[in-house]
């Protein structure tokens, strides 16, 4: 496992960010969209401009990880239920991104955000943590099934004009 630094995002990450989300998310899913749908989502969702309007939200927490001086993964949590219709808890949270750069893979950086995050959502009282997933991500799956959480519901995400089968994950906790 690497060395990792773990710290808390600001405003000056921005770019920084936005880069990193934008090439993870080109890297894993890219294949999947018109390049007019990828470059819809992107500007709505992962260049600077929103990546700062997250940011500066009071019901967000971006956790950052650095391995030699360069952002190599991060993790966006909400601190509201992203998800009501299938909520079970009172206090639901939700797990809102976590990406590595795609040269990173494999080096436990998913695996720190993510216990990171565990931990902040414990200190915060939720009750029940949700997470959205893309159906065909098997990886993803297994990841968050060694954390306890489980298929709950059959959901969708826009990209562009497209919509893409999700599951809704969640785990309760407490």
Known sequence: MTHLTLRSATPADVPALSALAIESFVAKFGPLYSAEDLA???AESLEEGPIAAELAKSDRIYRLAEAGGR??????IGLTCGFPDYARGSKVMELKQLYTASDAMGMGIGGQLMDWAMDQFEARGAD?????????????????????FEKVADITFKVGQQYDPEFLFAKMLG
């Open 40 to 42: 819809t989502f992107l």
């Open 71 to 76: 952002l190599v993964g991060f993790c966006k």
């Open 128 to 148: 029940e943590v949700q997470i959205s997933v893309y159906a065909g991500n098997d990886g993803g799956h297994r990841f968050y099934e060694r954390y306890g």
